[in-house]
């Protein structure tokens, strides 16, 4: 299966307009910073120009054109400018963003290629919260395992906070021993299809027919808590997908680690699962995101406009 990054490199052949609005909303904020500077001594020096005295006869038959001209240009300036900060250095970086979505791993929630506003000060002023859909930071092995590097986001629900029990047994989740209803969860199925967003097309089908469901539980293990995923004979086994520092090759281990009891979510961690059940490489494969980690909150759909809604 490709990773977000290939699917995400496929889907921006596809985007047009909506890529390019993307793509600029996402900007390095150095580059900005640049960008505004530039324009500001251009609007400086275009002031300065309307500012200085002209002669009578240029005035009458040379000024007015080139007068209108400049008046535009600096105002045009003066707006880029004061949207440039305003914009990317005020709501991005703490209240708002907008993020891509590259792959099916949040279906039917979110469909690939869909847009979403996200809510960065959510969190400077409260926790996150289970049931969440969150944007986030992946480690770097984690990205390494999907084949990526360099500043990518993830986007899961939260299905445990510090001090949670979670398990998942026969596909459904128990939170602190309470079964939970999640009316968002689907399980698919994914075939190769060109013509589909990201190269896939996905059907859901029932839990039991669902390909790559397991049995999940967080246990202390060797001074350490850690996923562990069953399959009812194995527990973490490679080719369950798990993250390398997790596997384990011995069969008396994966008795042992999985005889283990349930143990809580460990403090300043957050347990994320996407809601394409068997269709996420989430917290089951590769452990907890730290609260450092956790950039916002989704809020809403912004496009296509067919699909404008609210995300829970």
């Known amino acids: 299966m490709l990773s977000p990054l290939q699917l995400l490199a496929q889907a921006d052949q596809q985007q047009g307009l909506l890529g390019i609005v993307d793509k600029l909303a996402r900007t390095p904020l150095s580059q900005v910073v640049a960008f505004v500077a ?22 009458i038959y040379i000024s007015p054109g080139v007068d209108k001209v400049t008046r535009f240009f600096n105002e045009l300036l003066d707006a880029i400018v004061y949207a440039g900060v305003f914009v990317f250095l005020v709501i991005r970086p ?55 590097k360099g500043d990518v986001d993830y986007i899961k629900r939260i299905i445990g906070v510090p001090g949670d029990v979670v398990e998942i047994r026969d596909n459904v989740l128990y939170r602190n021993g309470k079964q939970v209803e999640e009316p968002y969860k689907t399980f698919t199925r994914a075939e190769l299809d060109a013509r589909a967003p990201g190269g896939y097309r996905f059907t859901d089908v029932p839990a039991d027919e669902a390909i790559g469901t397991y049995d999940f539980k967080v246990v202390e293990y ?21 993250l390398s520092d997790y596997a384990i090759d011995n069969v008396q281990e994966m008795q042992l680690v999985n005889s283990l009891p ?40 912004w496009a296509p406009v067919g699909r404008w809604r609210v995300t829970r």
């Open 38 to 59: 530039v324009c500001t001594a251009l609007r400086l020096i275009l002031h300065y120009t309307l500012l200085k005295p002209v002669p009578a006869y240029e005035r």
């Open 94 to 148: 703490f209240i708002l963003q907008t993020f891509f979505i590259p792959s099916g791993s949040m279906l039917n929630t979110l469909q690939i290629r869909d847009y979403i506003v996200a809510n960065k000060f959510v969190y400077r002023v409260s926790d996150p919260k289970a049931g969440d859909i969150i944007v986030f930071k992946p480690r770097p092995e984690v990205l390494a395992a999907q084949g990526q």
């Open 262 to 301: 349930a143990a809580k979510i460990p403090a300043g961690m957050y347990l994320v699962s996407g809601d394409n059940r068997n269709g996420s490489f989430d917290g089951r494969f590769w452990g907890f995101v730290p609260r450092k980690s956790i950039v916002a909150r989704s809020e809403f759909i």
């Open 222 to 242: 060797k001074g350490k808590v850690m996923p562990v995923l069953s399959d009812g004979f194995r527990a973490n086994a490679r080719d369950m997908g798990i």
